[in-house]
């Protein structure tokens, strides 16, 4: 196996070659992460690697395999659902940067072309998108490509061509950015139901027959100086619900009413007695009872004769 010498104090003095590689390699991504950390607490790095220094640290060590300074890794490179992805401008800059031409040569809301040759090569190739192809991936109905459909299809086109002319120079970089964005679903909307509070339906009050006109503890007190008990609470219903069987839902007919069962002026129900309510209820309740039929004179109710 190929040796290489390697002088550092922690590391032998001989080791395999791919095995220094690593070493290099792990000693770059340590430095890398150190400036990462200071790169991270500044205005100078894109939102999405702020106050994180290892996405940062592997954006710059990947920007690094493709020429990139730091800072430029880390523009050119989004986290994409936890994926780092370049984005298709610089899959372009990276096939133009060694040597490849990469060319737009037609763009529009509805086709873009972008043109590709390979460095050394005479013949021109080309890669087309059209709004059809995005409408049947599925595609038209995200956000990105309702506002911008133009820059959607160059970046596309831009992508698949830059990988054609140079698979080498992007060390096999399967997607671009806006690819794999396009590849999230969309979120799902969840829209809130709005709690229609219902008003409760009305429920028709009660004839009233005792609205007094004066304060309403005169006609206790009133009742107090006869000597005998208020009406209470359940005789008041049940008073007010007997004379609306009665057909005396009127507040004057049914003041007229219990006057006359009383043989005194009676203004509002307030003034009553438990005595004058128990007399006023049950000669509502008489009132309303039918009529026994008269008996003959063998006791039984008389009966038509037939034909009569």
């Given amino acids: 196996m190929t040796e290489l010498a390697v002088r550092q104090d922690n590391v032998p003095a001989t080791i395999p070659q791919a095995a220094a590689g690593l070493v290099e390699w792990a000693q770059a991504a340590q430095a890398a992460h150190t400036l990462a950390r200071s790169l991270v607490e500044t205005a100078f790095v894109p939102q999405q690697y702020r106050g994180k220094p290892a996405e940062a640290t592997a954006a710059i060590l990947a920007g690094a395999e493709l020429g990139l300074n730091p800072l430029a890794a880390l523009r050119a490179f989004d986290n994409i659902q936890g994926t780092a992805a370049p984005k298709a401008i610089t899959l372009r800059a990276v096939a133009q940067a060694n040597g490849h031409d990469v060319e737009v040569a037609e763009e529009s809301d509805s086709k873009v072309v972008v043109e590709y040759r ?16 995005a409408r049947d991936l599925g595609l038209t109905s995200k956000d990105n490509w309702k506002k911008q459909p133009k820059s959607m299809l160059v970046a596309r086109a831009t992508s698949e061509a830059a990988r054609r002319v140079a698979s080498d120079a992007l060390l096999g970089i399967p997607y671009s950015a806006e690819e794999l964005e396009d590849a999230q679903p969309e979120p799902t909307r969840t829209v809130a139901r709005k709690t229609v509070q219902r008003a409760p339906k009305p429920v028709a009050p009660e004839p009233e027959f005792d609205e007094p006109a004066a304060p309403a503890q005169e006609p ?49 129900t307030k003034t009553l007695t438990k005595r004058e309510a128990s007399v006023v209820i049950d000669k509502l309740k008489a009132d309303s009872e039918p009529e026994p039929a ?14 009569a």
């Fill in 118 to 133: 390979r460095k050394g090569a005479d013949q021109w190739r080309t890669v087309t998108w059209t709004i059809q192809q």
């Fill in 220 to 268: 206790v007190k009133a009742t107090a100086e006869r000597g005998e008990a208020a009406i209470t609470d359940g005789q008041s219903k049940a008073l007010h619900a007997a004379l609306r069987d009665a057909g005396l839902s009127d507040r004057d007919a049914g003041l007229a009413y219990i006057s006359q069962v009383l043989d005194r002026d009676v203004d509002t």
């Fill in 294 to 307: 008269e008996p003959t004179l063998d006791g039984w109710p008389e009966v038509a004769e037939p034909g």
